[in-house]
């Protein structure tokens, strides 16, 4: 899908189950290890909403360092678009960050959006998350927005 000399892109198998799950994680902590193993589940049945497609990140050893699922949304923030892929979660390992995996995940999902007949890509970041915001940026993304989500039990 994606590879130079240091990184290689490729879509997640069945086989990465374990990994996915260990990167999933990482990345959201606060979901139970039952609801990710559920959400990866439903994902290789075919069952899942989000994400459509996962892509991981390899390096030239071959060992997955990160990963990206991507959707499709009928609407995101600022975007002008009702068809918009949706980088639902980006994750690298911390000592791999800022050695072009993170931009390897995102060049690979603009080009997965594309091929869905996407013209825009959209993402988001926990407002206090500035290694996030700030990786985004440096990667062409414009913040169009910051949202505080309320709920309330009934």
Same mark, same amino acid.
């Given at each position: 899908?994606?590879?130079? *000399? ?9 086989? $990465?189950?374990?990994? #996915?799950? !260990?990167?999933?994680?990482?990345? #959201? =902590? $606060?979901?139970? +290890?039952?609801?990710?193993?559920? +959400?990866?589940?439903?994902? !290789? ?13 390899? $390096? &030239?050893?071959? @060992? ?6 991507? *959707? ?9 678009? @009702?068809?918009?892929?949706?980088? +639902?979660? #980006? !994750?690298?390992? =911390? +000592?791999?960050?800022?050695? /072009?995996? /993170? &931009? ?7 080009a997965w959006g594309r091929s869905q007949g996407c013209t825009e890509l959209a993402s988001d970041a926990e407002a206090d998350n500035i290694i *996030? @915001? ?17 709920? &309330?039990?009934?």
């Amino acid at each position: 899908m994606y590879e130079n *000399s240091r990184v290689h892109i490729r879509a997640v198998t069945a086989a $990465d189950a374990q990994m #996915w799950l !260990y990167l999933r994680q990482a990345l #959201w =902590p $606060d979901t139970t +290890e039952r609801q990710h193993q559920a +959400e990866i589940a439903e994902f !290789y049945a075919g069952q899942g909403i989000a994400p459509a497609t996962v892509l991981l990140a390899e $390096d &030239k050893q071959r @060992q997955v360092v990160g990963f990206a699922e991507l *959707s499709i949304r009928p609407y995101a923030e600022g975007c002008e678009t @009702q068809r918009v892929a949706y980088l +639902e979660g #980006w !994750y690298v390992v =911390p +000592e791999c960050r800022a050695q /072009g995996f /993170g &931009k390897a995940l995102v060049e690979a999902a603009a080009a997965w959006g594309r091929s869905q007949g996407c013209t825009e890509l959209a993402s988001d970041a926990e407002a206090d998350n500035i290694i *996030s @915001q700030q990786a985004h940026l440096a990667l062409g993304f414009q913040e169009v927005g910051l949202v505080r989500c309320f709920r &309330k039990t009934l």
